[in-house]
Each structure stands twice: as C-alpha cells, then as structure tokens.
C-alpha cells in the first residue's frame, strides 16, 4: 500500500498524513485483492482479512471479537497477508508505470480506455507528469506513423521534394495532438477553478488524466475516419480520469473535460459548412462572382478526355490563387491524374515539347520537370498571350483573381478533324464546330474591356508555332454604330 503522492510505503499507519508528504489517506481509498491484506485491530492487533469487492472489510465496522474495542475499517493498521509472497496486494495498477510488466503500452492502452478512472487512481501524484507526456507522445507518434511512412516514401521517390508532406505529416500527426493535449488540459483544469472544485494536485494532475487517456487516440490508425473516431473516442475517456484524478464531481468533470472538444467540433463543423454552403451560395450569382472550382460534375456532356478535366481543374485552381503555370506542360502531374495524354493529337498520341516530349517530361521528377520547362521559357517575350501544347491552346496569361470570371483560360481543339471546339473559362465551358469563326471576336472584346490584349485568329496557331504576344491579336469588331 502505497501513498498516491508519493509513493511512500503506509503499512502498519494510522489513517492521516503520509509521513514522506504530508497527504491525507485512508485504508478506505484503496482498491486490494480479496483476503491480500491483513487489517489489524488498533488496540490488541487482532487480524480480520478482507472479503468485500475491492478486498475491503465486511462489515466496515464492529466490535472486536478479542477486545470488543469498536472499530472502523479507517482505524485499522494494515499489513500485507502473510500466504501473497511477492505479488502485489493491490488490485489497480498503471501499467504504463510498471517497469517488470510485459507489453506495458498495450496494458497502458487498455487501461485508459477500459477504466480510466481506476487508472489515475493508482497513478502517484508526484513524479508520474513526465511519464504520461511520453506515454501521450508515443501514442501521437504510432497513430501518426502511417502518414509519415508514406511521406518518408514520398520523399525516397520524389527525391527530396516530399519533405514538405513529411514535414506536414509530422506537424498535423504528433505536434498537433500533443499541442491540443496541453491546451487541453489548461482549459479543463480552469474550468474546475470556476466551478470551484478542489483541484489539491494541480493542473499536472489533471494534465496525467488527459494524458494517460490518449490510448484512445490509437484510433487515428483506422482508416478515412480514424482521427474523428480517435477524437470521439479520447474526449468519452477523459471525464473519468479527471474525476478520479481530482475526486470532484462527475457532473463538474464532464462539464469541465468537455468545453474545449465542443469548441473545437463546433468549429470544425462550422468551417465545413462554410467552404460548402458558402460556396454553392455563390454559384449562379453576378458574372463578378470568382469561384476557385465550378460545380461538381461541370465536366459532364463535354466529351472532355479525363486528363483534361483535371488539368482544366489544376488550371483554374492556380489563375484564382494567383499561381498559373507560364508553360502548360507544368500542370502534368501523373498523382493528380494529369499524363501527357492530356496534349495528345489525333496523329501525334506524344506530342513534341521543345527538345523533349510529353511522355520524357512527364517520367522526369518534378525538380528536373521545372528545370526543363524554365529553359524553355526563358527564351520567350515578356508579353505572352497564348502559347499552344499539342491541341491544347493555354490563353490564361495575363488573368488575374478576380478578373471576368468568363474570360477564357484554355481552348481545347477538336479531337477529331470537324470536332467540337471547347473554350474553357473559370466558372464553366462552352463549345462548337465553330468556335474558331464566332468566339475569337466576342473573347477579344471582353479582354480588351478586362486590359488583356486580343488573341490572334485560332486558325493561325498551328502546331509548332509560337508563343503568340500582344503584337499577334486581332483587334475586336468596333462597336455597332
């Protein structure tokens, strides 16, 4: 029997102070194995052995079968019985703080979510803060572990541009819940205070129940879902410890443990309604509506190959975040869906990109990409209008977020010869056969009014030629009179 502060041995003592740190116990408060403990009678030591739930005595008082003194369980001196050997009479143990026992972090893991409250109760007061910050640290560590797996391989594969991901993965999987854990703790102990519950510990006490609470988080692991379901199922776990810990009220401890994830689902819920809500509330309003991504499923009816669509969308993402590529080929990104087959012609499937094509540039990584597409470039004039990569025309340059949202940022050529063409601006498409006669003139009017100079006539744009600057523009038809 060991003092909850500190540890310190209390056989054979009277209830009161511990001796080592002057905290309070009672032989009441503990938790033994049945018949483990000998309770000795105060004034002629007769022992009695306790038979109840938690080894307790049964009854807690009576008289004295030798001396007939009345006596309390809390009156007794207590003594471990003689038949235990070297187990430990105590029946509830924090295993994570046992060093002699096997697969402490499993035990610790179960311990927490199966009864947290028995938990803390056998965890010391003193010297135990460290321990569960480490334990809680492991835990965010594992949980997060996948991730960080799959962004060292990343990294490995990508060489060495994946260190952003790894970083990412780090920072969200292990810094952040350990973060949240303190944060945590903080309010929940403040809350105490303002309910004006005893708190005799500290806030390190109630920093040990959040933290030897965070098994639950191991959760995190089951895929899609797991950090809600780790979420969930760490703030059901923390209530009981904290009480445990503090001995105040469940009702005061539920309340208490629960401000700070209430806070946090709400506001997550609230973000996720507004990027929702918010955006479909924008569609179909004024044409000076910039909306980053058209409504799902905008791709629908237009015939578009798969990799079109998702440069189209990688496209319009970088023009209303002010991050366009200068040359198109830098949109290709085979993780997000976008090959070289998203520039192939009817007679050329991989088309010729200056001294390399589509399909080299496309098996590079991204570094060299970059490196080749900038030597490209870095011959072209300063004022770029438009510049074609295989049957794809890119005529963003130039547009800015918050421009006219019905300007055209891409033209895709007909698949086929007598095809439909298909002009690409921010918040939809438009197509026909004869897009190069009747849409040239009604785009350049409205680049001229947005300060964008004309294109030049599409039927010029043949491949291999250009880039296309302000001087190649066919000017708009003037107004009528």
Not at 26 to 31: I, R, T, V
Request: with cysteine.
């Amino acid at each position: 029997m060991k003092c909850p502060g500190c540890e310190y041995e209390l056989w054979n003592l009277k209830a009161g102070p511990c001796p080592e740190c002057g905290r309070p116990f009672k032989p009441s408060e503990f938790d033994f194995l049945a018949n483990a403990v000998k309770f000795c009678c105060p004034h002629c030591s007769q022992a009695y052995y306790g038979t109840g739930e938690k080894g307790e005595l049964e009854p807690s008082e009576f008289d004295c079968v030798s001396c007939g003194g009345h006596v309390t369980i809390d009156d007794m001196l207590l003594l471990p019985a003689d038949a235990l050997g070297k187990r430990e009479p105590t029946r509830s143990t924090n295993p994570w703080l046992d060093p002699h026992r096997k697969r402490r972090w499993f035990g610790a893991i179960a311990a927490g979510i199966g009864q947290p409250g028995r938990m803390l109760e056998a965890t010391p007061v003193f010297g135990t803060t460290g321990k569960a910050v480490v334990f809680a640290s492991l835990n965010f560590f594992m949980a997060g572990l996948l991730g960080i797996v799959m962004g060292v391989l990343l990294m490995i594969a990508s060489g060495g541009s994946g260190v952003g991901v790894l970083a990412f993965m780090l920072i969200s999987g292990v810094l952040v819940p350990a973060l949240y854990m303190f944060l945590w703790a903080a309010v929940t102990h403040g809350v105490l205070k303002l309910f004006r519950q005893s708190t005799p510990d500290g806030m390190g006490r109630t920093l040990q129940a959040i933290a030897f609470t965070s098994g639950a988080w191991m959760f995190a692991l089951i895929p899609c879902m797991g950090w809600f379901l780790g979420f969930v199922a760490w703030t059901a776990c923390a209530p009981a410890a904290v009480r445990a810990a503090h001995k105040c009220r469940l009702g005061s401890a539920i309340v208490a443990t629960l401000v700070l994830p209430v806070i946090t689902a709400a506001t997550g819920i609230g973000l996720y309604a507004w990027m929702i809500f918010g955006t479909m509330g924008g569609l179909g309003t004024t044409s000076s509506y910039y909306s980053p991504v058209p409504p799902p499923g905008w791709a629908q009816g237009t015939g578009l190959d798969p990799d079109v669509v998702a440069l189209v969308d990688e496209l319009r993402y970088g023009v209303n975040y002010g991050s366009p590529p200068l040359h198109g080929a830098g949109l290709m990104d085979p993780a997000m869906g976008i090959t070289h087959r998203a520039f192939s012609e009817p007679s050329t499937p991989d088309v010729t990109i200056g001294s390399h094509t589509a399909s080299t540039l496309e098996a590079m990584r991204p570094r060299d990409r970059e490196a080749a597409l900038a030597a490209i470039t870095s011959s072209w004039p300063a004022d770029v209008t438009a510049h074609r990569v295989g049957r794809l025309i890119f005529t963003h340059h130039g547009i800015k977020p918050g421009d006219d949202p019905g300007l055209t940022l891409l033209i895709v050529m007909p698949a086929t010869p007598g095809g439909d063409w298909h002009s690409i601006h921010m918040t939809g498409w438009q197509s026909s056969s004869m897009l190069p006669m009747y849409r040239i003139g009604m785009e350049n009017t409205s680049r001229v009014a947005a300060g964008l100079p004309p294109l030049p006539d599409l039927n010029t744009m043949t491949s291999g030629t250009g880039p296309w600057t302000a001087a190649d523009g066919v000017p708009p038809p003037p107004p009528p009179p």
